[in-house]
């Protein structure tokens, strides 16, 4: 709407005998125009860093999280083991000690590290194939 009415109220005082605000070209509307998509662009950027910090800060907690009920459900499982040895019943399916075993959280990240080297070649091989 700015550029339509810069362009019409240029239009109208040239033809009412005005002096003229910008010349066509409008170099003064291009400035403006420019101006305003640096603005923008920057606006944009900084939205965009803060989004990803607040996403990284999530995943963070959300790891703290599931690592948390990760050793209370070990700890629930190792009580009811212990329960079910003082009773002298035996286990159903699921062998209650390996359940019971804690994760561990540097061997589970140097997997998925592996994991992902592995899986990067096989995606470079293949965008290389599609290109070809």
Request: charged share 35%; proline share 0%; hydrophobic share 45%.
């Given at each position: 709407m700015f550029i339509v009415g810069w362009v019409l109220c240029n239009s109208w005082g040239a033809q009412h005998g005005w002096r003229y605000v910008d010349d066509p070209p409008y170099f003064w509307l291009q400035g403006l125009v420019s101006s305003n998509a640096l603005l923008l662009t920057v606006a944009v950027l900084i939205r965009q860093n803060r989004m990803s910090k607040q996403a990284a800060q999530r995943a963070h907690l959300d790891?703290?999280?599931?690592?948390?009920?990760?050793q209370k459900v070990s700890k629930v499982?190792?009580?009811?083991?212990?329960?079910?040895?003082t009773l002298g019943h035996k286990p159903a399916n699921a062998d209650p000690e390996e359940l019971a075993t804690a994760a561990d959280p540097e061997a589970i990240l140097s997997a998925l590290k592996e994991a992902d080297r592995d899986a990067s070649p096989n995606i470079r091989q293949g965008s290389t194939r599609e290109r070809a």
């Open positions: 790891l703290q999280i599931n690592l948390l009920t990760e499982l190792e009580v009811l083991d212990e329960l079910r040895k």
